[in-house]
């Protein structure tokens, strides 16, 4: 499945940023986000089933809020009160029964002032 991550860019602290992933042609039945930053391990942000459960990071609980839209087989992650540890590279991740799991490119997200 391809996966196409795009929304990332430069925001100042306390501002809000919308990334967004969509599948080509596929729904999802499981999609997260996940972020790197420059000499850290990949972590997971948020994941959402199909279902509508969600899950999060406790380092962002409160201030992102994932959703999937399954008629445009799209996956969101809202982020607001952006802080400048939130900076890094954002991957999407998402499965589908058809063609197991998929990794997005990434999008950066800066937030500096």
């Known amino acids: 499945v391809q996966l196409q991550a795009s929304g990332g860019g430069l925001v100042q602290p306390g501002g809000s940023l919308r990334l967004s992933c969509a599948a080509s042609?596929?729904?999802?039945?499981?999609a997260d986000w996940y972020r790197q930053a420059p000499g850290k391990q990949r972590e997971l942000v948020a994941g959402?089933?199909?279902?509508?459960?969600?899950t999060y990071a406790v380092s962002v609980k409160g201030r992102f809020t994932i959703s999937m839209d399954n008629a445009k087989n799209t996956v969101y992650l809202q982020m607001n009160s952006l802080q400048p540890e939130d900076t890094a590279v954002y991957y999407c991740?998402?499965?589908?029964?058809?063609?197991?799991?998929?990794w997005g490119q990434g999008t950066q997200v800066t937030v500096s002032s």
């Open positions: 991740h998402a499965y589908s029964r058809v063609a197991g799991w998929s």
């Open positions: 042609g596929i729904a999802f039945n499981v």
């Open positions: 959402i089933s199909d279902g509508g459960s969600t």
